[in-house]
């Protein structure tokens, strides 16, 4: 019987990613905090790469099953599967994406799969420009981008809830309130 929580925390540049699991990582004792970018190499060998990363990765979280420790994730293979999708890599991840969350989705947490979005899609423009916004050097992100990568994610979380109804999905947008986000958070995952 799982006795501890495994969180996986999605969505677009600019979705508010670090600040809704910073609050997590302070909000939920004994929780740490992943913070995952993935390969940089988009060839067919950048496939090979990714597979063998998040393999040892699930290697990894298997071995804290019942260790009364949360896993807390900034984006994780499900990021990889995205980047797919919208055509940004050379190669297709989707057999490694169902091998690897058939085998995370059975592994014994309380998991919690969590995509941001932001209801008003132009306010990608704003957060994404802001001062100390890090800017990545491989791949920079506009607002038709970030778009663009919020309704993947959110197509996958459907397909996630509909393929594992034992996992916990949730959809937030971010653009609202921060008390009003941090209370559904609170009541999602129980803290």
């Not at 609050?23 to 004792?29: A, M, Q, V, Y």
């Not at 050379?90 to 979005?117: C, G, P, Q």
């Amino acid at each position: 019987m799982a006795n501890s929580k495994l969180i996986v925390v999605e969505g677009a540049q600019g979705a508010g990613k670090t600040t809704i699991t910073d609050f997590l990582r302070h909000s939920i004792k004994h929780t740490n905090l992943y913070r995952l970018s993935g390969t940089s190499d988009s060839s067919p060998e950048g496939l090979k790469k990714a597979e063998t990363m998040y393999d040892d990765l699930l290697d990894y979280i298997e071995k804290l099953e019942n260790k009364s420790i949360n896993l807390l994730f900034d984006r994780t293979f499900f990021t990889e599967e995205n980047y797919c999708r919208l055509g940004l890599k050379e190669y297709s991840f989707t057999d490694v994406y169902e091998r690897l969350s058939k085998r995370f989705f059975n592994f014994d947490f309380e998991i919690y799969y969590i995509t941001l979005y932001l209801e008003d899609e132009n306010d990608y423009e704003r957060r994404l420009n802001r001062d100390g916004k890090a800017v990545v050097s491989y791949s920079k992100f506009g607002k038709e981008n970030s778009i663009k990568q919020q309704n993947v994610y959110l197509e996958m979380a459907e397909e996630i809830k509909n393929k594992y109804p034992k996992i916990n999905v949730l959809n937030i947008a971010t653009d609202k309130d921060f008390e009003i986000t941090k209370q559904k958070l609170k009541d999602f995952i129980g803290f």
